[in-house]
């Protein structure tokens, strides 16, 4: 047999047999993974971990390698053949104790007596939509679990195919410029629904939106109480794509009007999505810390700005083409918030945006 070269990824050494998906470029998302586990598991020894879609398996051998005594138990599940030989084939490599490779579907898995324990720590990393693990998800989970859930069906989220994420996360996206951050709030929303029948509320500790995915970390929080809570936090966008005035209201039903007070248009509106925090500042702090490349430590800072502000960054590039005023730079927009007395802020999700506590048209008359 031919033999495979050998990818050295954080502390894992992964080989990548033909027919078995390993993508490169989501590295960095693998290095803030390690890290939010650092960070939001900080404390915790021997969790019980399972990687449902393990492919290479390089996400559960880092996690096991890279989270010191945090990660117990390891369960490397994944529907395809190909990848589960793979999987066990870098267990061996990577001389895991405690490591087992389970060739199923994460559904079949969670009947099995392995499963019956729960988790403290789910990966989901599929292709696509995260949605049709969840359930499982939730059912392996056991109060303080730890979801990581990535989505990379990004043109369902960001409202290009709006009837796909009607249908898969039963909200109305929002296709305008501040979309990513829609993506995050509606995948969050629909986890917060999903976890709340299995009694868990949620807590999002971090939150990532970068190149073609989002990718989350959510602590659960036993008891029906924690569940009803989540769900209060759970609401609608208005946006009106004349004057970019946004509004977002927490309820279970749509209460916003039907028109923008600013301009009179029509508004546009998205929902049901997660309006509470996405970010947990102590947790990104911790992420910080741990941070060895420039590139994952200036998003980690900036998301620690966005820790704390209101929902929905404004894009400057949007605003300056309404006003028919030149570029302005995030810089001076934000200086010019502050000195009005607002709180501003740049933002992880998209250069030249940022995020503030002021109404649109103060925002639209500082990027002049
Ligand atoms: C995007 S890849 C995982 C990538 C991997 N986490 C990484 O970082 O390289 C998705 C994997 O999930 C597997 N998969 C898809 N549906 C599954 C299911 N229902 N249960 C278990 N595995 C599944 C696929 O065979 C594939 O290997
Ligand atoms: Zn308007």
Redesign the pocket.
């Known amino acids: 047999m031919e033999r495979l070269s050998e990818i050295v990824e954080g502390k894992a050494r992964i080989r990548v047999p033909p027919g ?4 490169p470029e ?1 590295r960095l998302c ?1 290095d803030y993974s390690v890290l939010a586990i650092n960070a939001a598991l900080k404390g915790r020894k021997g969790v019980r971990t399972v ?6 398996g ?2 559960a051998i880092r996690y096991a390698k890279e989270c010191g005594n945090i990660i117990g138990s390891v369960f490397l ?4 053949s190909s ?1 589960a030989k793979a999987a066990a084939a870098n267990v061996k490599l990577n001389k895991l104790k405690k490591a087992k490779v389970v060739k ?4 079949k898995f969670c009947e099995s007596g392995d499963a019956m324990e729960g988790f403290g720590l789910i ?1 989901l ?3 696509g939509s995260p949605v ?2 969840l359930y499982d998800a939730a059912r392996a989970s056991r109060g303080g679990t730890l979801l990581s859930v990535t989505a990379t069906d990004m043109a369902v989220l960001c409202g290009a195919h709006s009837a796909a994420c009607i249908k898969n996360y039963q909200a109305k996206p929002l296709n305008n410029e501040y979309c990513h951050e829609a993506a995050v709030r509606i995948l969050l929303g629909k986890i917060a629904r999903t976890v709340s029948e299995f009694n868990f509320g949620v807590k999002p500790v971090a939150s990532l939106s970068y190149l073609h995915y989002v990718k989350v970390f959510v602590l659960l929080e036993e008891g029906a109480e924690k569940a009803v809570e989540s769900l209060k936090t759970l609401g609608f966008a208005a946006h009106c794509n004349k004057c970019l005035n946004r509004e977002w209201r927490k309820g279970i039903a749509n209460s916003l009007p039907a028109k923008c007070p600013e301009c009179g248009a029509s508004y546009e509106y998205g929902g049901p999505l997660w309006l509470g925090e996405i970010h947990d500042g102590k947790v990104l702090a911790g992420m910080l810390k741990g941070a060895k490349e420039e590139k994952l430590a200036k998003i980690l800072r900036l998301q620690l700005g966005e820790a704390g502000m209101p929902p929905f960054y404004y894009d400057l590039h949007a605003l300056c083409k309404k006003a028919g005023c030149r570029a302005a730079k995030p810089e001076t927009v934000i200086e010019k918030l502050r000195k009005a007395g607002f709180k501003a802020v740049p933002v992880h999700f998209r250069f030249n945006s940022v995020k503030t506590d002021a109404p649109a048209r103060k925002v639209g008359l500082a990027v002049r």
């Open positions: 078995v998906f390993f993508n989501m693998r990687d449902a879609t393990a492919a290479t390089v996400r599940v994944d529907i395809n990848a199923a579907s994460f559904a990966e990393d599929p292709f049709p693990l």
